[in-house]
């Protein structure tokens, strides 16, 4: 199998305040990880690729100033939200890349339901 | 640009009833093409990967299948558990990770 947890699932914060998600990989180390947004009934929005020891990929219009990601070891990646504002509420997901031979199958973790006051 | 459009967008079935859903995409070059199935509230659930024309993967009632333009997810005879979203995705080959979704087929499957 290929497990990927997510930390916090749920987190309420006020306006002005930063939140940090963590996403493990538990049962295999991960390279690449990727972070997304989703927003209700919307399919999935890459944010950015976060590859182990090296800065973030953003994708165009994410602001890497305000999501910080660091990818410090195989098993686990982080993303920062800072001085969150209502805006950012969403649901954040990551998924950490396999290595197989052939292919580029992610893994998704639980997701972390975000909610700015 | 490299779309992936999915139809239809809901699907409501009767227990039983067999259907398919419809993933179309037009990439540049394809590497492997992803099938996911997203509960309320949680991450998306890994199926299928389809990787060229002519392949097809099942596992219980879901069975993948490719072509040069399209992909699709048979179910058969689903039950009210197979109730969820299906998100198909694409990698397109020359080396970059990033993968684009589709919008999502949201299937209810009542009893």
């Known amino acids: 199998g290929a497990v990927v947890s997510q930390h916090p699932s749920r987190v309420i914060c006020k306006s002005g305040t930063s939140v940090k998600i963590e996403c493990r990989s538990l049962d295999f180390q991960a390279t690449t990880m990727f972070w997304y947004r989703q927003f209700p009934k919307q399919s999935l929005m890459l944010m950015a690729t976060?590859?182990?020891?090296?800065?973030?990929?953003?994708e165009q219009g994410v602001e890497k100033d305000k999501f910080l990601i660091n990818h410090a070891s195989l098993t686990l990646s982080t993303l920062t939200v800072t001085s969150a504002h209502p805006e950012d509420s969403s649901f954040y997901i990551c998924s950490a890349r396999k290595p197989t031979m052939s292919s580029y199958e992610q893994y998704f973790g639980p997701g972390t339901r975000l909610t700015v006051t | 640009e490299d779309q992936v459009t999915q139809s239809p967008e809901a699907l409501r079935l009767q227990e039983g009833e067999s259907s398919s859903l419809n993933c179309s995409y037009t990439v540049s070059g394809l590497r492997g093409l992803f099938w996911y199935r997203q509960d309320p509230g949680k991450g998306p659930e890994f199926l299928f990967t389809l990787y060229s024309a002519g392949e097809e993967k099942e596992k219980e009632r879901l069975k993948a299948t490719l072509t040069k333009k399209e992909s699709f997810l048979h179910i058969t005879a689903p039950k009210p558990e197979d109730s969820a979203t299906y998100l198909c995705?694409?990698?397109?080959?020359?080396?970059?990770?990033?993968?684009?979704f589709g919008t999502g087929t949201k299937l209810q499957v009542i009893p």
């Open positions: 976060s590859n182990e020891g090296s800065k973030a990929t953003y």
């Open positions: 995705a694409v990698q397109i080959s020359g080396g970059y990770q990033k993968v684009t």
